[in-house]
C-alpha cells in the first residue's frame, strides 16, 4: 500500500518569512495530493491540492510543486502570518483500488512567531 | 456546499458499552464515506471505506466486529465501536466524496470530528 512521508516534523518560522514542507509517496500509481491544515481539535481543512498532470499550482501565499518522478511533493507558504501557525498535512490518493482513500503523512507542526 | 456533520461531537463512555458516532452529508450525496482515527499529536489513519448499499472495507489491523460500520444511505454512515475501552480513547473523524462530481473526483470533505473518552 501507499506510504506516505513527512518532513519536517515541527518547523518554526518567523513572521513574514516563508515555509517549506515536504512529502514523498511510495506508489507510483497515486495521482492526487491534497493538503491539510488542522488547528487543535477541529477537522482537517484542505488549503490545496494537486494532480499528477500538473507539476505546481498556487493560490494566493500557498504553493504546492509535485516532483513525478522522484515522488515527492512540497507545500510552500510565503509571508507567514500567526494565524498560519497549526498542524499541517499531505496526503496521497490513488484510484487503482477503486476506493480513493487517503494516506496522510505523520504531519508538521508549523509555529509562526511574531 | 459540501458539509458534512458529526454526531455526537464528544462522548464519555464506561468501559464494555457501544458508542455510535453518525456522519452525515448534508448537502450532497456521498457513495463513499471515510472514517478515521486520531490519537493525540497524531496523523489521520484511515480505519475503513463505507460504501452505500455493501459491506464497508476494513484496513488492516482494523477488528471488523469491533468497529461497526453501516452505510445505509447516500447521506449517512455510522461507526459503532462494541464493547468500547480506555484504548479506544480517540478522535473519530469522517469524510465524504461527493457522488455528484462523478467517481473521479478526490476531494474528501471532512466532518467536525468525534472525541470518545473511555472511562
Known amino acids: 500500500g501507499e506510504n506516505v512521508e513527512q518532513h519536517p516534523s515541527t518547523l518554526s518560522v518567523q513572521e513574514g518569512d516563508s515555509a517549506v514542507i515536504k512529502c514523498t509517496y511510495s506508489d507510483s500509481a497515486s495521482n492526487y495530493f491534497p493538503w491539510y491544515k488542522q488547528e487543535l481539535g477541529k477537522r482537517p481543512q484542505l488549503i490545496i491540492d494537486?494532480?499528477?498532470?500538473?507539476g505546481e499550482k498556487k493560490d494566493q501565499r500557498i504553493a504546492v510543486t509535485l516532483n513525478k518522478t522522484a515522488k515527492h511533493f512540497s507545500l510552500h507558504i510565503t509571508e507567514t502570518q500567526p494565524e498560519d501557525s497549526a498542524v499541517y498535512f499531505c496526503?496521497?490518493?490513488?484510484?487503482?483500488?477503486?476506493?480513493?482513500?487517503?494516506?496522510f503523512g505523520s504531519g508538521t507542526r508549523l509555529q509562526v512567531q511574531p | 456546499g459540501a458539509v458534512v456533520s458529526q454526531h455526537p461531537s464528544w462522548v464519555i463512555c464506561k468501559s464494555g458499552t457501544s458508542v455510535k458516532i453518525e456522519c452525515r452529508s448534508l448537502d450532497f450525496q456521498a457513495t463513499t464515506m471515510f472514517w478515521y482515527r486520531q490519537f493525540p499529536k497524531q496523523s489521520l489513519m484511515l480505519m475503513a471505506t463505507s460504501n452505500e448499499g455493501s459491506k464497508a472495507t476494513y484496513e488492516q489491523g482494523v477488528e471488523k466486529d469491533k468497529f461497526l460500520i453501516n452505510h445505509a444511505s447516500l447521506t449517512l454512515s455510522t461507526l459503532t465501536v462494541t464493547s468500547a475501552h480506555p484504548e479506544d480513547s480517540s478522535f473519530y473523524i469522517c469524510?465524504?466524496?461527493?457522488?455528484?462530481?462523478?467517481?473521479?473526483?478526490?476531494?474528501?470533505?471532512f466532518g467536525p470530528g468525534t472525541r470518545l473518552t473511555v472511562l
Open positions: 494537486i494532480r499528477s498532470n500538473v
Open positions: 469524510s465524504a466524496r461527493d457522488r455528484q462530481r462523478g467517481e473521479g473526483t478526490d476531494t474528501q470533505y
Open positions: 496526503a496521497a490518493s490513488t484510484a487503482h483500488t477503486g476506493r480513493r482513500a487517503l494516506t
